[in-house]
């Protein structure tokens, strides 16, 4: 049995860990080094129930020598997880992709406090499917379409659309409408992510590296419903281009001002979702030939917040 072979439990793919150099005896020592969170016990408790493996999927022990330049895979798993209400829906499937239509508040992938309640792990329960593997990511606050190959001999030629800029996406999203500002209009700047807020991205000097296209669809005397083509594809662009214009999205706690996470140990709240939504996705599929023409199901809350403000709704040309 190789690594790539290695079983999902519930969805869960295993983690790896490389071996370095170093003075750990065991291999149970360099485990509680590494990931300091999980103490010795629950480490050993979870050897001991076989959830720790090498290369080849054998149980490592707790008193396993340590074996420096080798590699250890385990199954994450966390105390507590809050449910995220909502379902996703797969609009298309074949014998190389997936197209998932995602809710707000679903991440596509584990990650810190995600682990069971992410669009992937979901989508390997329901379909069985042990091999899928993201095309691309949207943020955990957006919801839309998110595309998956299948077939690991496929997985690159899909991925290099990406790359290649061959995919063609178009989101919707509900922010402040603006009567000074000429729509549609083209947004280019250089996004780097800030030294003093991690993981939030601002407008720099120096040559661009995201662009965005961005239309008016219709708007009230607050409200503007808005049609963002993203060019490029860095981290956050789009919230990061509209606030930058005045144009911060509903419902945002990154932009313009990052609102601290709630504990852990607290539910989210569900009741003010990111008004983004990724709403199509085209491109030539590269093992069929065939045009390739997605659209998401799913509904920013235009009605309501538009609502809001007592004005009738003008559409756009």
């Known amino acids: 049995m190789t690594s ?5 439990k519930d969805g869960v793919s295993p983690s790896c860990v490389a071996l370095p150099s170093g003075p750990w005896a065991t291999v149970l020592d360099y485990l509680l080094h590494r990931i ?7 480490w050993a408790t979870r050897m001991a129930q076989g959830e720790v493996v090498d290369a080849l999927g054998q149980t490592v022990p707790p008193d396993a020598a340590f074996r420096p330049q080798s590699k250890l895979y385990y199954w994450r798993s966390l105390p507590f997880e809050h449910a995220v209400p909502f379902d996703e829906h797969v609009v298309f499937q074949d014998a190389h992709i997936v197209v998932a239509d995602k809710p707000h508040f679903l991440p596509v992938t584990p990650k810190g406090r995600y682990l069971h309640e992410t669009l992937l792990v979901r989508l390997k329960r329901k379909l069985g499917i042990d091999t899928l593997v ?5 943020d955990r606050e957006t919801a839309g379409l998110v595309l998956f190959t299948i077939q690991p001999h496929t997985r690159d030629a899909y991925q290099s659309l990406f790359r290649d800029k061959q995919v063609h996406k178009t989101y919707e999203a509900i922010a402040p409408w603006r009567l000074d500002l000429a729509l549609p209009c083209t947004r280019r700047s250089r996004l780097v992510e800030s030294t003093a ?12 590296n995201a662009e965005t ?9 607050r409200w503007g419903h808005y049609r963002l083509s993203p060019i490029t594809g860095q981290k956050h662009q789009l919230r990061a281009h509209m606030a930058a214009m005045g144009l911060p999205l509903h419902g945002d706690r990154i932009y313009p001002t990052l609102l601290p996470q709630p ?5 989210p709240d569900f009741s003010s979702p990111l008004q983004l939504l990724a709403r199509s996705v085209r491109f030539t599929d590269p093992m069929t030939g065939q045009a390739r023409h997605f659209e998401s199901q799913r509904q920013l809350d235009w009605s309501r917040i538009s609502g809001q403000s007592g004005a009738s709704c003008t559409t756009a040309d």
């Not at 790539?4 to 999902?8: E, F, G, I, Q, R």
């Not at 300091?36 to 629950?42: K, L, M």
């Not at 807020?197 to 407008?203: C, D, L, N, P, S």
């Open 263 to 267: 504990p852990a140990d607290q539910a």
């Open 4 to 8: 790539a072979l290695l079983p999902t």
């Open 197 to 208: 807020q991690f993981m939030v991205m601002h407008e720099a000097e120096g040559e661009p």
């Open 213 to 221: 296209l961005i239309e008016l669809i219709q708007h009230t005397d």
């Open 36 to 42: 300091p969170a999980v103490t010795r016990d629950e």
């Open 134 to 138: 993201p095309m691309h990511r949207i």
